[in-house]
């Protein structure tokens, strides 16, 4: 089993200064994780979604990570794979550079981007979003395997061009998707490249999903492949805060997920604006209430349509607690099938100072205890 790091770059109180402060705290967690002995990084690809995502320019955040390490390996976890946010070609030619000067250590995930929020920035058309990034997935595919691309499909047309450099990694980075739901798991099976799921639910929604997503692999023939060679990982999503008083790393984790939640519930399901934004230490929930319509009158949001939310961001049963809770809570994840688990630590709320001290307990008792196994 593999363990990973996954980045959103979330912020309670995004100033200018705390921004920056932030980003760089990304870096240091990052660097951190290759020496506490994670396999890898994630990093998402979000824009304008303040509060929830202020990681917009993941290539960049990689790039600058894989400079400063050796041995973890490098995750686009996902890139915004509609045509609007990121020509196909130019994702496999940034991909290819960074899996080149890294020593072949990237791997590249696909994602929609499909928030109103996004969208509209970008002049993302929401109706074709996923027949793009399938078709993305297939053209970089062929970009990577072919001396020259030529592609035309349903959405784009591409005449002969070589696509420079090639990747460092034979025939080229491993592919995923992010999966959320049923479809979007028979589609990464049938495509023939690994998933990536939230788990928010626990361990037994983690299972029906694997059940799915292993019942689309053994019924698939291959016509629907982006790629000659087959990625069936599974990786999964694990909120974390481990501390040795476990009492403290609940609060902190349950806080900090209560602020992911509602970040996510306002760009994705059209909530309000979340208790703690821009206010710091407010644990009251009449005090956050107060705050948060503070924030709303001096806020001009864009209208989002509300969509119904998930409830599962609200389930507390995560690696919250002491190091042994943690291995507790893995077991569980691996007997559902995980195959990776994405530590999600930096969430809106938990500082610094905690997100550290999570790596390092995982690093040196979590872990190990895996690798022994």
């Known amino acids: 089993m593999k363990f990973s790091v996954i980045f959103e770059a979330q912020l309670a109180d995004p100033t200018v200064e705390r921004e920056h402060r932030l980003i760089h705290d990304c870096v240091e967690q990052a660097v951190f994780a290759e020496r506490m002995g994670f396999d890898r990084i994630w990093a998402v690809e979000h824009h304008s979604l303040k509060w929830y995502a202020h ?11 894989a400079a400063r390490t050796r041995t973890i390996r490098i995750g686009h976890g996902v890139v915004c794979m509609p045509f609007n946010f990121n020509h196909p070609v130019r994702v496999a030619e940034r991909a290819a550079m960074l899996d080149l000067l890294s020593g072949g250590r990237l791997d590249l995930g696909a994602g929609r981007g499909g928030t109103e929020q996004e969208t509209s920035l970008c ?32 959405l784009i047309d591409i005449d002969p061009h070589p696509i420079l450099p090639r990747p460092r990694q034979t025939p080229h980075p491993p592919l995923f998707l992010a999966c959320s739901r049923s479809e979007t798991l028979v589609q990464a099976a049938e495509l023939g490249i690994g998933a990536l799921v939230m788990g928010f639910a626990g361990p037994g929604s983690i299972a029906q999903m694997r059940s799915v997503y292993d019942a ?10 982006v790629s000659t060679v087959v990625n069936d990982h599974f990786g999964v999503l694990c909120p974390t805060v481990v501390l040795d008083d476990g009492e403290q790393a609940r609060r902190i984790g349950i806080r900090g997920q209560r602020f992911f939640a509602q970040s996510i519930g306002h760009w994705y399901g059209g909530a309000g604006v979340p208790d703690e934004a821009v206010v710091a230490g407010a ?5 956050m209430r107060r705050a948060a319509e503070q924030v709303v009158a001096r806020l001009h949001e864009l209208d989002i349509p509300v969509r119904p939310a998930s409830t599962a961001t609200f389930n ?9 809770d943690a291995i507790a809570y893995v077991e ?3 007997a559902a099938g995980a195959d990776e688990i994405m530590c999600l630590i930096q969430m809106g709320t938990v500082e610094q100072e905690a997100c550290m001290e999570t790596l390092r307990q995982w690093g040196e008792k979590v872990i190990p205890h895996f690798r022994s196994l």
């Open 55 to 65: 990681m917009s320019a993941p290539e960049v955040f990689l790039s600058f990570v």
């Open 123 to 154: 002049g993302v058309d929401k109706e074709r979003t996923a027949a793009e990034v399938e078709e993305a997935l297939r053209i970089i595919g062929r970009a990577w395997q072919e001396e020259e691309l030529e592609y035309h499909g349903e």
């Open 332 to 334: 569980r994840l691996r």
């Open 283 to 287: 644990d009251e929930v009449g005090e």
């Open 216 to 225: 689309a692999i053994a019924g698939r023939d291959g016509s629907r492949f």
């Open 316 to 324: 507390a049963d995560h690696a919250y607690g002491t190091a042994d």
